[in-house]
């Protein structure tokens, strides 16, 4: 939920490798979504220029680059070790399309140019005061008439309790310098801590519950987060009055669960609409107040006109939708209702053929999108479209994904996946900006082989080779194996 | 609770009165039984010299210089009104061993002479980082050598959660600038949001229980502490630091509670203490990250040795003990022959033993009560000691160096205390003991009668006034006159 890296004031993600991960919905095609439900025009994500402020490796960045090879992606950190290598990822993946700089925030040139697309995730609360005033400036000043800025940030007051943790962390370790034996004391506290914390004192039972999910985390997290020179998260009300000053305005929360607030309002939203009137920033921080958010994805847009807020459902149809819908058999379901498994093993269920039909429709497209632009014939579909991206059921983008689902003679997969693959990594990189994990090496070997190089025979001998299974069985899942990886929109057309 | 007077350019104090009440706690009488219990020396509480630093309108100094009319008392604050207020009390009241002034702490010199015991309560934590080292510094110069120093704070990390809720109110009232509409924001404000979080999430139900006590606190502290300009927690081992900088150590906390692991380690804490390699407040620090402690009230005294924490049972002998003990009949409940009720909700509100001789001292300790007992010839022996300190620790009883005097047998010509009296007559209703405590007396009839006890009248004439006063036939008011008496000595009002 709130992994977080980067920070631009100190080095010290020189000395840990941050678990640099693809940051699904950090993509101008997911990021474009809420312009287009706000009515706002936004650039091509096919066709932008995209800005990764604190980009680290830029793992995230090179999944954009991937997936958009006409786009032009341009990240900068100032750990120089990650820097350099997200150039040797580029470099290897035959990526083209990504400039990685090593750049301090309080020094940008202005040759830099103007964006489409600025991310910066897991920065703003990590750096101190006048790193963010120049990071918003930095926005302000190169961010395009149409851009779309995404800001995350650890969100107050919730994150108060977070801080107890860095408190604590911060005392207990104070003498304890190198990174390991700090990371090994840290764990060994907060679990003595989980163990001491009584569930009768309201306090201490918020502590233990917090601490225990922190725990679940790579302890990589907890050093950047927990235990980093600064940690300042922010209210919501104040990101935006900072924006503000630079000349943009507040948008909404990038995040699918809090972004479709204009369109289907929230119970919360209900409760505190007539407190604080028609001020969306003011309804966004005090529903901060009401749920104790942890963590925000603020979109941010020029601040050139009112943002239309008005329910027009419409807006719908200019998106596009995928996701898992498996119809559920007629024992299974509910009578008289039409039940689809979804993905994570949920489930969605309608009463409304008509609806049905078109979740099916999106079942079976998966993994490619469907464009919504004929079926939202009312605001009911649009709704049940957008309740089921709030919940997580569906995806939205305003751009089809570049991936290919029916792999030719010399199969290619992506470049960065490739690369990754060979890197022996279990987690990949996929065309359409998820990650994909592949657990077993053989599979891994299968993926670095499919440079585009090779036709299927070749492809089958080498993998009988790399196994020591006979090249007559390797060729006859062949084809079977590759349908899995295109369905995992690993492939390239 | 916490006062504030800060440097500041506002003067809000001045807008919005902070109730002032006694603070039974930070009393020389109840700060000396911890320098004894610790085997310090301290000076005599009936015959010292006591600052308040950020003393409001006074009345904990002036209730205190009530208790000990040849003790001196000097307070200070930044807020005129505040001071102007407790000048005309300790003139109505009669109390010339108390003076006040209109001074800011970061002004304040050695001039002011040494004293004996220095309070400050409710400051440190609400004022900016220079009033608080100015605040340490005044400390550092103007304690004696066997002085003891009260200050009082709203602590971290625990307050974190208490900042929360200052987040949501502090954003309700920022557009609102009139005192009585801030007033009216922030209560609807915490009675909107207090049943709004989730029960079933651990962080929600914490913030919860924070605005549910928040609104249980009077609006004018809520003004003052939630919505205050400053609201700076502070970690018990940053003010050890801060005070040590200045040749000051600490003591101990004013929370009985919080000192029993010095006299009897547990088993539970041991991890706790060992993780503290043998550093006392290291230990007390480790422990507020796990009970979340969030109100500190620390005692300070001189570095001058290293403080000696463990149990040495002639001490006790020393102090006076109080509080409430009502024998009962054993029951299946409790094992023990001897079973009492206390007055501590906290613990049950039952003491038990099987210890005769210790029942006899508890039952002694309940009959002199709302007086103390002296422990001089009560404590026998280290068992007994022992007992006694445990029910200290435990919150069932209260330990004193010196006994307060009032009486509980009222004369002739009842006299009330002179504080109480004066309050009384200006229609207060919270009115100080001769105790050191505050005494609620919410229908005017009986504040009238209090404001009659002055030694001038006897008990018929007394008798007169209240029938003139309520109408009520004299023969009525007087067969009532020695209940409503008595009534009054318990509470601790009355000198003779």
Not at chain 1, 302 to 325: E, H, K, P
Request: proline share 5%.
């Amino acid at each position: 939920m709130d992994a977080l890296r980067e920070a631009a004031a100190t080095n010290a993600y020189d000395q840990i490798r941050y678990p640099s991960t693809v940051q699904e919905g950090l993509h101008p095609a997911n990021m474009s979504v809420f312009a287009a439900l706000h009515d706002r025009p936004f650039a091509p994500a096919s066709q932008c220029r995209v800005l990764e402020i604190g980009c680290g490796e830029g793992i995230n960045l090179l999944s954009i680059a991937a997936s958009a090879p006409r786009s032009h992606c341009v990240g900068f950190d100032l750990a120089e070790t990650a820097i350099a290598t997200g150039r040797a990822t580029a470099a290897a993946a035959g990526l083209t399309n990504v400039e990685l700089t090593v750049m301090d925030i309080l020094n940008t040139p202005a040759s830099l140019g103007e964006f489409d697309y600025i991310i910066a995730h897991g920065v703003y609360a990590w750096v101190p005061a006048p790193i963010r005033e120049a990071m918003m400036r930095l926005i302000g000043r190169t961010l395009a008439p149409h851009g779309l800025a995404l800001i995350s940030y650890n969100a107050m007051p919730g994150c108060r309790i977070r801080q107890i943790v860095r408190d604590i962390l911060k005392d207990c370790l104070v003498d304890i310098s190198d990174t390991s034996a700090r990371l090994a004391a840290a764990k060994e506290w907060l679990e003595f801590f989980v163990a001491k914390w009584s569930d009768a004192d309201p306090l201490q039972k918020a502590m233990r519950n917090r601490v225990q999910e922190l725990l679940a985390f790579p302890l990589e997290v907890i050093f950047h987060d927990e235990m980093g020179d600064t940690y300042e998260p922010q209210f919501v009300s104040d990101v935006a009055s900072h924006a503000k000053k630079h000349g943009l305005q507040y948008l909404c929360d990038a995040q699918p669960a809090r972004g479709c607030e204009a369109l289907i309002p929230s119970e919360e939203k209900r409760i505190l609409q007539e407190r604080e009137g028609d001020d969306f920033v003011r309804f966004e921080q005090a529903y901060d107040y009401v749920t104790l958010l942890p963590y925000r994805e603020s979109l941010l847009c020029r601040d050139d006109g009112a943002i239309d807020r008005s329910a027009a459902w419409t807006r719908v149809g200019n998106l596009q939708a995928r996701g898992q819908f498996a119809p559920l058999s007629g024992d299974e379901s509910a009578p008289g209702k039409f039940e689809f498994r979804t993905r994570n093993n949920g489930r969605a269920a309608t009463s409304d053929a008509v609806i049905a039909a078109l979740l099916g429709h999106i079942g079976e497209s998966e993994p490619q999108s469907v464009p919504l632009t004929t079926r939202i014939p009312d605001r009911k579909f649009a709704e049940t479209i957008l309740r089921l991206f709030r919940i997580g059921a569906l995806s939205l983008q305003t751009e089809p994904f570049p991936f290919a689902l029916t792999p030719g003679e010399r199969p290619a997969a992506s470049g960065l996946a490739r690369l990754q693959a060979a890197r022996g990594e279990s987690h990949l990189a996929s065309l359409r900006h998820t990650t994909v994990e592949i657990d077993d090496a053989s599979t891994r070997h299968f993926i670095s082989l499919l440079d585009g190089t090779r036709t299927r025979r070749d492809l089958a001998l080498e993998m009988a080779r790399f196994t020591g299974a006979p090249a007559d069985a390797i060729a006859s899942r062949l084809n079977q194996n590759l349908n899995r990886l295109a369905h995992m929109t690993l492939l390239s057309a | 609770m916490n006062a504030v007077k800060d440097a500041g350019s506002t003067n809000v104090y001045d807008q919005v009165r902070y109730p002032g009440a006694p603070q039974p706690s930070s009393h020389p009488s109840a700060l000396s039984a911890f320098a004894c219990l610790y085997g310090r020396g301290f000076a005599s509480p009936s015959l010292c010299r006591v600052l308040e630093v950020g003393c409001g309108d006074g009345v904990n100094l002036l209730s205190m210089a009530a208790t000990a009319p040849r003790s001196q008392f000097v307070g200070f604050d930044l807020a005129e009104t505040a001071i102007a207020q407790a000048r005309a009390t300790a003139l109505s009241a009669g109390l010339t061993n108390v003076t006040f002034s209109v001074m800011d702490i970061q002004d304040a010199t050695e001039s002011l002479g040494e004293f004996d015991y220095i309070i400050a309560h409710g400051v440190y934590a609400w004022v900016p980082a220079p009033v608080r080292a100015a605040l340490m510094r005044l400390i550092g110069r103007t304690l004696a050598p066997s002085g003891l120093a009260f200050i009082s704070y709203n602590a971290m990390p625990a307050c974190r959660f208490r900042q929360i809720v200052r987040d949501v109110l502090l954003d309700r009232v920022r557009n609102i600038t009139e005192v009585a509409e801030k007033f009216a924001a922030a209560k609807e404000s915490m009675e909107f949001h207090a049943d709004i979080w989730s029960e079933d999430d651990p962080l929600g139900n914490a913030v919860r229980e924070q605005m549910h006590q928040t609104l249980e606190r009077p609006l004018e502290v809520v003004f003052h502490d939630e919505l205050g300009e400053i609201f700076e927690p502070q970690f018990v081992s940053h003010v050890v630091a801060e005070a040590s900088r200045h040749g000051l150590q600490y003591l101990c906390d004013c929370n009985a509670k919080l000192n029993s692991e010095a006299f009897f380690p547990t088993e539970e804490n041991r991890e706790l203490w060992d993780r503290a390699k043998g550093d006392w407040v290291r230990f007390e620090q480790l422990r507020d990250y796990v009970k979340l402690v969030p109100f500190r009230q620390t005692i300070l005294c001189r570095d001058d040795a290293v403080i000696e924490r463990r149990a040495e049972w002639t001490r006790l002998r020393t102090l006076h003990a109080q509080g409430v003990f009502l024998q009962e009949n054993a029951d299946n409940s409790s094992p023990d022959a001897f079973v009492f009720r206390t007055a501590d909700n906290e613990a049950g509100g039952k003491v038990s033993t099987s210890d005769s001789r210790l029942a006899a001292v508890i039952a002694r300790i309940g009959a002199a009560y709302p007086g103390s007992l002296p422990l001089q010839s009560e404590i026998t022996d280290s068992k007994l000691a022992d007992a006694i300190l445990r029910l200290f620790l435990a919150g069932s009883l209260s330990l004193q160096t010196e006994p307060f005097a009032f009486t509980l047998a009222p004369g002739e010509r009842p006299v009330a205390g002179a504080l109480g009296r004066a309050q009384a007559s200006r229609g207060e209703n919270r009115l100080t003991s001769l105790r050191h405590t505050t005494v609620e007396i919410k229908d005017a009839e009986s504040r009238h009668f209090i404001t009659l006890l002055d030694g001038t009248r006897t008990r018929d004439e007394i008798a007169t006034e209240m029938a003139r006063f309520t109408g009520a036939p004299e023969k009525a008011v007087a067969a009532q006159l020695d209940n409503i008496l008595t009534g009054l000595a318990r509470s601790a009002l009355l000198v003779r």
